[in-house]
């Protein structure tokens, strides 16, 4: 860590609010950002869980993609049924590569008369030249490096939220409203990373400083680093790009066939249809589940594992300890044989074999709000 | 007499007296680590060489390894750090002990940093 060169990082512009609140700040992504507060991970996401938080999340690409059919255009990027997408909503989908695997999952909302995109941060480069070279001539994208991202998490959000925008306790997940908070001009969206009911809001970057440090006055708010962010999507069952997903896993290996819609499966026209809708035909030969080590003892990313005769199954993407679970949890891989809910593994950690079994996600229900 | 306390570069720390040690992660460590949520300690009988692995300490965001500051013969495992692995977030010094050892060359602890030395080491670190 200490080799970082903290000159090359690229700044949020909420900088200033993480300083104040005295965050650590580590690389991430190529950006400056709070692992954690004084407080520490526990404390923040048990926060979370339980009242409101504040997550930085500027460091998400964010942009715009116009043209007559803007939808139909990314629909050969993507398997989703985006024209069936109705303005002011908001839907998961990923870019796949003609191998059917991901190249990225992002959140696509349509605003009428454009769509926008929030992509992860450490993929912006790749799919935002991945998009303008295949829809080249149908759609131009614009990319808004101007825009801070916040994310307000917690079942207290719209309590809080509403005291800005009292609209905002209406909105519902995955829909989409433009509001004023504070004079500023804000795209809401009711969405997150945490299982949780919450909102990403996006803002203006001069303005993002005045909005946090509104939010944060509020006596629910308390601020949440990357750390919390990571073990609540981990306890929400969410697949962090990188490491649950990448370029050789198809959506349906990572339990994503449900953003393939009917149509879709249908009609196909996205890349690596051939392999991913012989997939969801005939099954693939590897699932992503969630794994319950039986002890205390966490199970890591890149631990193996095994079946009872010691065979090697498949390897854990995602692990670590669930503070609201108290106790250890953990994604990965296994053969399809191996896949069912309640079958017995064995996961090797510092050589040692470890009981554990192939657990329902999410560890922690969601509490979206659907009105 | 007064115990010998010692601290290593990876942020471990030794008290000695007489010739048994007690050994454990030093504040600025668990700093480091942040919230601590498990730990793997050795068995009693366990003979460790001075920079062995010895325990392993997980967080909330990753493993990290405890070495063994001085060589010896583990006498004594903290288990209370078994319920209560956040011991060693609050009183890294004190209750958040990790082992107890019967030293076998106490000459050891002259390659290790007194207290005044340690500040000065992590001072030139932040």
């Known amino acids: 860590m200490a080799d970082t060169n903290s000159e090359q990082l690229k700044q949020s512009p909420l900088l200033s609010v993480h300083k104040k609140m005295q965050g650590k700040l580590v690389p991430f992504a190529g950006y400056e950002l709070p692992v954690q507060y004084p407080t520490g991970i526990l404390t923040e996401h048990k926060h979370t869980r339980e009242k409101v938080s504040l997550f930085d999340v500027s460091h998400m690409g964010q942009a715009v993609l ?72 149908r759609a131009s994208l614009e990319v808004h490096t101007e825009r801070a991202l916040i994310a307000l998490q917690g079942p207290q959000a719209a309590h809080v939220l509403a005291r800005f925008a009292p609209a905002a306790r209406h909105i519902l997940f995955l829909h989409s409203v433009a509001l004023t908070i504070a004079d500023v001009p804000c795209l809401v969206t009711r969405s997150g990373y945490t299982g949780e009911d919450g909102f990403e809001i996006s803002v203006p970057s001069e303005d993002a400083t005045k909005i946090a440090a509104l939010l944060i006055s509020e006596n629910e708010v308390e601020p949440a680093g990357l750390g919390a962010r990571d073990s609540l999507r981990l306890e929400a069952g969410l697949c ?32 690596g249809e051939a392999v991913i809708l012989q997939q969801l035909k005939d099954g693939s030969k590897r699932k992503r589940v969630g794994i319950k080590p039986e002890e205390k003892v966490p199970a890591r990313e890149g631990a193996k594992v095994t079946d009872e005769n010691g065979t090697e199954i498949g390897e854990i993407t995602s692990g670590g300890f669930g503070p609201s679970v108290e106790g250890p949890i953990a994604m990965g891989y296994v053969e399809t044989a191996h896949a069912q809910v309640g079958t017995a593994v064995n996961l090797m950690v510092r050589n040692k074999s470890l009981a554990a079994q192939v657990v329902k996600l999410p560890f922690v229900e969601h509490n979206y709000y659907r009105g | 007499m007064m115990a010998t306390v010692r601290f290593t570069k990876d ?77 060693i977030n609050s009183s890294a010094m004190g209750n958040g002990w990790f082992y107890k050892m019967t030293v076998s060359n106490t000459a050891e602890l002259d390659e290790l940093m007194d207290e005044t030395a340690y500040k000065g080491y992590i001072e030139g670190l932040d």
């Open chain 2, 11 to 87: 942020h471990e720390w030794v008290s000695v007296d007489g010739d048994t040690a007690t050994v454990g992660v030093s504040d600025y460590a668990q700093q480091q680590l942040g919230d601590v949520v498990f730990v793997e300690l050795p068995e009693t009988g366990t003979s460790l060489n001075k920079g062995d692995e010895a325990a392993v300490v997980e967080s909330v965001k990753a493993a990290s390894e405890l070495y063994s500051p001085i060589s010896g013969e583990v006498s004594e495992a903290n288990g209370a750090l078994e319920d209560e692995p956040s011991l």
């Open chain 1, 66 to 137: 116009r043209g007559e059919n803007a939808a139909a255009a990314l629909e050969s990027l993507v398997p989703s049924d985006l024209q069936a997408l109705p303005a002011g909503k908001m839907a998961y989908t990923v870019l796949t590569n003609d191998q059917g695997g991901i190249i990225d999952d992002l959140m696509v909302t349509n605003q009428g008369d454009h769509m926008h995109l929030v992509v992860n941060a450490s993929r912006c480069g790749v799919d935002f030249a991945h998009i303008m070279e295949r829809l080249e001539g």
């Open chain 1, 240 to 271: 962090l790009y990188g490491h649950d997903i990448n370029e050789a896993t198809t959506p349906v290996e990572a339990g994503l066939s449900w953003v393939i819609s009917k149509r879709r499966r249908e009609e196909g026209g996205f890349p």
